[in-house]
């Protein structure tokens, strides 16, 4: 069974860039989560999709970030524009129905870093 | 709200040294919990899980179980191996995020080396 796919695995940009990161969940997963590590740190979730419908963004910055996920499989997350705390590892993880004894699988994540 | 609570690290270890990482956790209702494994350069694996009290979680020789009485889960190894060496995360599955979902709560990991 194939893994969560991110790409890409490193970006580096200045600040006020905008950058796009897009993740391919495990097929027939109805949950994708997109997370924010900063070094140091556990993940923590910025927005949670089931199937094409976002369930919870509470905790994304909607001035900058922005979140989709096409015909609910692939989804991309947004930053525009970026700043220097945007610096992080984002992480995108799929469950099979988001239930809570569901296990979330994860991608390798993409580090970016903001100059 | 939710929240782990896990052991500050860096926690060096010597090769066959018995492993213990805290993970103690605040939850209003009835968590699922997890510990993930993070290895350097790749992303988050589940290590083991337990969805209600008393269960043990265990896989390749680590083990936790899920205390109710004391909110804790905290991670063993009896014989720790240099590839052991990553960060550890406790998690729990609690907080309600509507349509069915459950969200993941993440201690800040503790970083775990063992020497030979």
């Known amino acids: 069974e194939a893994g969560v796919a991110q790409s890409p695995r490193y970006k580096i940009i200045e600040k006020r860039q905008s950058v796009a990161f897009w993740c391919n969940p495990i097929?027939?997963?109805?949950?994708l989560y997109w997370y924010q590590q900063i070094l140091g740190q556990g993940p923590k979730l910025l927005i949670q999709?089931?199937?094409?419908?976002?369930?919870?963004d509470s905790q994304l910055p909607k001035d900058r970030f922005s979140a989709e996920r096409l015909k609910g499989v692939d989804s991309t997350l947004k930053i525009q524009p970026a700043k220097l705390e945007d610096s992080a590892v984002y992480l995108c993880?799929?469950?099979?129905?988001?239930?809570?004894?569901?296990?979330?699988?994860f991608g390798p994540g993409t580090r970016l870093t903001v100059l | 709200g939710n929240s782990v609570t896990q052991m500050e690290g860096p926690v060096t270890l010597s090769e066959e040294a018995f492993l213990t990482i805290n993970c103690t956790y605040t939850?209003?209702?009835?968590?699922?919990l997890f510990w993930y494994v993070q290895y350097p350069g790749e992303g988050l694996q589940l290590l083991l899980k337990?969805?209600?009290?008393?269960d043990k979680g265990s896989n390749k020789g680590f083990e936790a179980t899920y205390r109710k009485e004391t909110t804790s889960f905290h991670l063993e190894k009896g014989s720790v191996q240099v590839s052991d060496s990553a960060v550890y995360f406790c998690?729990?599955?609690?907080?309600?995020?509507?349509?069915?979902?459950?969200?993941?709560?993440f201690g800040k990991g503790t970083k775990l080396s063992v020497i030979p």
């Open positions: 993880a799929s469950s099979l129905r988001g239930s809570t004894v569901d296990t979330q699988y």
């Open positions: 097929s027939g997963h109805a949950t």
């Open positions: 999709f089931q199937n094409n419908g976002v369930v919870d």
């Open positions: 939850a209003t209702g009835y968590p699922s």
């Open positions: 337990a969805t209600k009290a008393d």
């Open positions: 998690a729990l599955s609690d907080q309600y995020s509507g349509a069915g979902s459950y969200q993941l709560t």
